[in-house]
């Protein structure tokens, strides 16, 4: 059984820095896309971004571009999403996902097209 498991959430300040880890156990990381996603109070998930199976490519939602990283791994079974310049805004519980898939090369910003959810870890980020 794939399991997903997040951690690296905080509370930090404004302008501060995190790493998120997502360590996948149960099947390699190899066959999988990664995506992040993160639901605040009271609002709809959305999606963060997500990094293709080989990691050559990535695509991130336009409020996170240019402060956002996500990698991975596939040694460790882990993906990360590194988090600069955070914002109030980001203040999220974030969820990493995996998406089987036999393309190499392929994002999806679509929570349904991913098949295994981790638990989620908390962001707080304080003004």
């Known amino acids: 059984q794939v399991q997903l498991v997040e951690s690296g959430g905080d509370v930090v300040q404004v302008g501060a820095s995190l790493r998120l880890s997502c360590a996948v156990s149960?099947?390699?990381?190899?066959?999988?896309?990664v995506g992040w996603f993160r639901q605040a109070p009271r609002q709809e998930r959305e999606f963060v971004g997500a990094?293709?199976?080989?990691?050559?490519?990535?695509t991130y939602t336009d409020s996170v571009k240019g402060r956002f990283t996500i990698s991975r791994d596939n040694s460790r079974n882990t993906a990360y999403l590194q988090m600069n310049s955070l914002k109030p805004e980001d203040t999220a519980v974030y969820y990493c996902?995996?998406?089987?898939?036999?393309?190499?090369?392929?994002?999806?910003?679509?929570?349904?097209?991913?098949?295994?959810w981790g638990q989620g870890t908390q962001v707080t980020v304080s003004s």
């Open positions: 149960g099947r390699s990381l190899n066959n999988f896309g």
């Open positions: 990094i293709s199976r080989s990691g050559s490519s990535a």
């Open positions: 996902a995996a998406r089987r898939t036999i393309l190499t090369v392929s994002e999806s910003t679509d929570a349904a097209d991913y098949n295994y």
